[in-house]
C-alpha cells in the first residue's frame, strides 16, 4: 500500500498551505504505527489490497459513505426526472393561494407568489447538482492539470502560477461573484458555473501541486525515470494515480460548498434569477414574508442544507478511507 | 528574523498588484459607470462625453489602473459618483465591519478552540460525536440561511433582539450578526483544533510531560495547547480578510451599514472607486494578516526560526 503523506483538506479549504510544518516526527510516527496491519477486519490472509481497493472496501461498511451516497442518488435522479415525484410545474402559481400552508395535494403549502413549495423545492436541486457537479469538474480538472503540470516540472511556471493562486486567494469569493455576475444578463447556470471555475481551481491547484512533489520524490518515480519513461508517461502512469486522492477529497467537500454557493449568489440576485426555479432565489423570496409564511423558507432552506450537507459527508467518508493517517 | 520580513513584504507586492488589477478589470467588465450616472434615461451624448473624460474613463485601461493606483498611494481613493470622498465611505464603514469581524474572531476563538479542546481530548465519545455532528450541520447550512433563521428566531418570534441593527451598530447588537458571520468558520476551527489536539496527544512530548508528573490542566495548556494551535493560528488569521470580505451576506440580512453593505451598494450602482477602493483595502488587510500569521508560528513553536 502506498504510504500517504499527511495532508489535511481542512486547512486546504481555508486556502492557507504555506508556512510552518508542525510536528512531522509524531504524525510519521503514527502513520508508520498504522499502515502496516491495514483496517480492522484484514486478516493476514488477504491479499495485498491497492490504496483504492482498501479505501473501497472501508467506505461499503461506513454508514455515513451509505447514507450520503443514496441521498446524493435521489437528487441526481429527481434532477434528471423531477416529475417523477412532483407532477405540477413550478412555474404554475396562484396569487389567490399566496402564503397558504400546508393542504392536501401541496405538503409544503404555497409561498409569496402562490406557487407549490414542494414542486418548486423539487424542481430546484436540479439546479443546485448541476452546478455542483459541473462546476466541480471544471475546477478539478482545470485545477489538477495545471497544479500537477506545475508541481511535476517546477520552475518559472511554477512560480508564476503560485503567485496567480495567491492573487486568486486574496479576493473574497462573494465579493468577486457580485461584481462579475452583476453584469451578466444570461440567466442560466453557465455564468455561474464559468465563476465557480474561475475562482475555484487556485484551491485544487494548490492541493495538486503538493501532492505532486510528494509522489514524483518516491522511489519508483525516480526508478521508472531511470527506465527511460518519457515525462508523459511518469505524469499518467506513476504520479498521477499516486496523486490524485487528496484532490478528489478536497473536490468533494468543495462540491457541497459550490452548492452553497450558487444559492448564496442567487439570494443576493446576481446568480440565477426568477423565472429560473433554485434554492436561493425562493430564499431571498421568502424572506420578506417570513413571518407569516415560515414554511416557504425552511422548506428550501432544509432542502438546501440536506444536500450540501450530504456532499460534504460524503467527502469526509471518502478523506477518512483515502488518509490512512486518520484511522 | 528582519529579512525575512523583508522578503515576505517584497512578495506581497504582486500579489497586491494582480489583485487590484483584477478587480479592477472586473469592474471595468461591469458595464458603463456613466450610463449608471444618468439613471434610467439615456444619457446625453456630450454629456457623457464630459464626463467621461473627467472621470477620465476615456483612457485604456491599464493607464486607468496606474493612475488610480498612484492616487492611492498618496491616500487619495478617488470620488464616488455622488460626489463623497470615498475615503469617507471607509470612514463610516470599517468600523462597523472591524466591530463585527472581531465579535466574529471571538467567536471563533473562544467557543472554537475550546469545543475543538474538548472533543480532541474525548474523541471517540457521545460528546465528540455530538459536536461533530453540530460542526458537519453548522457547515452545510449557508450562512444566509443561519442568518435568516436566527433573524426569525431570535428577532420575530422570541424578540430577543432586534430584527435589524441601528446605524450606529454597536458591539451589544452585532453579536448575533457576528456569530452568523463566524458560524462556518466557527466549526471549521473546532474540527481542526480537534484533529490537531487528538493527534498531537499520542506524541513523545505529551508522553514525557505526563511521565514526570506535570499537573492535567498543565499539560494541556502547556505543551498539548501551544503546539495544537498552530494550524488553528493560520487558519483564524487567513479568516480574518475573508470574513470582511464575507460579511457582505450578514450584513445584507441584518442591515448593518458597513463594507459589506458599501460594496453591494456600489456594484449594484456601478459605482467603480467605491468598489475598487474597498477592495484595494480588503485586500491589504488579506495580505496583512498573512504576513502576521506567518510571524506568529516563530512565537508559537521555537522550532521555527526564520533566517
Known sequence: MPEQQPYEPERAIAGTGMGGQMDLGASEAVTLEKTPGGPEGTGPQDKPRSLWSDAWHDLRRNPVFIISALVILFLIVISIWPSLIASGSPLKCDLAKAQEGSQSGHPFGFNGQGCDVYTRTVYGARTSVAVGVLATLGVAVLGSVLGGLAGFFGGAGDAVLSRITDVFFAIPVVLGGLVLLSVITSNTVWPVIGFIVLLGWPQISRIARGSVITAKQNDYVQAARALGASNSRLLLRHIAPNAIAPVIVVATIALGTYISLEATLSFLGVGLKPPSVSWGIDISAAAPYVRNAPHALLWPSGALAITVLAFIMLGDAVRDALDPKLR | ?307
Open chain 2, 1 to 307: 528574523m528582519g529579512r525575512y520580513v523583508v522578503r515576505r513584504l517584497l512578495q506581497m507586492i504582486p500579489v497586491f498588484i494582480g489583485a487590484t488589477l483584477l478587480i479592477f478589470l472586473m469592474v471595468n467588465v461591469m458595464g458603463d459607470p456613466i450610463a449608471g450616472l444618468c439613471g434610467d434615461r439615456e444619457c446625453d451624448p456630450a454629456t457623457a462625453a464630459q464626463l467621461r473624460h473627467e472621470f477620465g474613463l476615456d483612457q485604456p485601461v491599464w493607464q486607468q489602473y496606474l493612475t488610480y493606483m498612484g492616487n492611492v498611494f498618496t491616500g487619495d481613493f478617488g470620488t464616488a459618483f455622488n460626489g463623497q470622498p470615498v475615503t469617507e465611505l471607509m470612514g463610516t464603514a470599517f468600523p462597523v465591519t472591524i466591530r463585527l469581524t472581531i465579535i466574529a474572531i471571538l467567536f471563533e476563538i473562544v467557543v472554537g478552540i475550546v469545543l475543538g479542546v474538548v472533543t480532541g481530548l474525548r474523541r471517540g465519545r457521545p460528546v465528540d460525536t455530538g459536536v461533530l455532528l453540530l460542526t458537519l450541520v453548522v457547515i452545510s447550512v449557508p450562512t444566509f440561511v443561519t442568518g435568516l433563521l436566527l433573524q426569525l428566531l431570535l428577532g420575530v418570534k422570541w424578540g430577543w433582539i432586534d430584527p435589524a441593527v441601528s446605524s450606529e451598530a454597536p458591539f451589544r447588537e452585532l453579536i448575533v450578526p457576528g456569530l452568523v458571520l463566524a458560524s462556518v468558520s466557527l466549526a471549521y476551527v473546532t474540527r481542526l483544533t480537534r484533529t490537531s489536539i487528538a493527534e498531537n496527544r499520542r506524541s513523545d512530548y505529551v508522553r514525557t510531560a505526563i511521565a514526570k508528573g506535570l499537573p492535567r490542566h498543565r499539560v494541556i495548556t502547556r505543551h498539548l495547547l501551544r503546539n495544537s494551535l498552530i494550524p488553528v493560528v493560520t487558519f483564524i488569521g487567513t479568516d480574518i480578510g475573508a470574513l470582511m470580505g464575507g460579511a457582505i451576506v450578514t450584513e445584507r440580512i441584518f442591515n448593518i451599514h458597513g463594507v459589506g453593505y458599501q460594496l453591494y451598494q456600489g456594484i449594484l450602482r456601478q459605482n467603480t472607486q467605491t468598489v475598487v477602493g474597498f477592495v484595494t483595502v480588503l485586500v491589504l488587510v488579506f495580505l496583512v494578516a498573512n504576513l502576521v500569521v506567518d510571524l506568529l508560528y516563530a512565537v508559537l513553536d521555537p522550532r521555527i526560526r526564520y533566517a
